[in-house]
């Protein structure tokens, strides 16, 4: 058996384990440890029946459980979901990040090793582990330099079938030079063996969220109007996001501070005039991509922000001030 079906099937193992003896413990602990203490010192019997009471229906949900387990399998059904993967030829100075569509993620495993074949270059191994299967995986290579933006490129993998998650299968990402953003080669492979046709695919565009994580409706969604439900975001939450570490936190905020109508020129102005290189990145990539009516409305002082940096000595930098003036 390979090292990585070896490694998921003690994982699912490991997680019965804790969920099963989880209530086989807790039932004991509660009706001969808690309960007993209870009764000598504070002397309450109905407390301490009660706690007995708890105890016994935990160690009678293990009891349950087991059975269950053990001769109707059929009737529970596991809700874990293990997707299994390893990004391939990471040029050192990058790190890759992986994200999915899910609101509440789960537990993601990545770990960096280095090529056998090159010492120049880097693999990652990833793990992700959800109560869900995600629609897609969201893959970033980033530049390790927070001052430098150069190279990181951001990738969405749609996931095809449930076939992806099978113990046996890995999803194989392989990075492909290019003159300044990386392309990816993405294919799958069962038993060590490839699958199918390999696809290349290109970096997501800056207004492209990628694997977005829909928004949630509440019940205060449906009692008031959008108009009012909605309100703008503030200077300092869009300074946390752009400077954020996490790649995908840092396009989101880009794509939403472009849409912020005039809060954006307010938001911008202020970040361009910033010593802080993200959130200069940042407000010029929003500007950037907003609407062309938008870009057009532009005030003067804004527009000669820009302009100087298209002198910028960061290549990242001066080439986005450059789309800004030639789409002015």
């Known amino acids: 058996m390979p090292a990585g079906d070896i490694n998921v099937k003690l994982l699912t193992e490991a997680a019965d384990l804790i969920v099963k003896y989880g209530f086989l413990g807790v039932g004991l602990v509660l009706t001969f440890a808690i309960a007993p203490f209870v009764n000598k010192v504070w002397k309450s019997k109905n407390l301490t029946l009660t706690i007995a009471c708890f105890g016994v229906a935990f160690i009678a949900t293990w009891g349950v459980l087991d059975i269950v387990q ?4 059929n009737l ?4 874990r979901v293990l997707l299994y993967g390893v ?9 890759v990040q992986i994200a999915s569509d899910l609101r509440i993620a789960g537990s993601a495993y990545l770990k960096r090793e280095n090529d056998v074949n090159n010492r120049e270059l880097s693999n990652f191994p990833f793990l992700l582990l959800t109560s869900q299967s995600p629609n897609c995986l969201a893959l970033g290579i980033i530049n390790n330099n927070p001052k430098d933006d150069s190279g990181t490129s951001a990738f969405k993998i749609a996931l095809i079938s449930e ?5 046996d299968v890995a999803l194989v990402a392989q990075v492909q030079p290019n003159e300044k953003l990386f392309k990816l080669k993405v294919w799958r492979e069962v038993g060590g063996k490839t699958v ?16 977005a994580v829909g928004p949630s409706v509440g019940i205060l969604d ?16 869009f300074s946390v996001r752009l400077k954020s570490d996490d790649l995908f936190t840092r396009r989101d905020a880009r794509i939403e501070l472009s849409k912020q109508g005039q809060q954006s020129l307010e938001i911008a102005r202020q970040f361009l005039n910033s010593d802080n290189y993200r959130l200069q990145l940042g407000a010029l990539v929003a500007l950037s991509i907003m609407s062309e009516a938008d870009r057009k409305k532009l005030p003067p002082d804004v527009l000669a922000k820009v302009h100087e940096f298209t002198t910028n000595s960061d290549a990242t930098i001066r080439e986005t001030a450059s789309r800004i003036e030639a789409g002015h």
Do not use: H, T
């Open 163 to 167: 076939v992806d998650f099978k113990s």
């Open 196 to 211: 199918g046709n390999a696809v290349l695919l290109e970096p997501l565009s800056d207004n492209d969220s990628g694997c």
């Open 76 to 79: 529970i059904s596991s809700k």
């Open 87 to 95: 990004v391939l030829k990471i040029p050192n100075g990058y790190q």
């Open 70 to 73: 053990r001769y109707f399998p």
């Open 222 to 237: 449906w009692l008031m109007p959008s108009a009012f439900a909605q309100s703008g975001k503030s200077v300092q939450d």
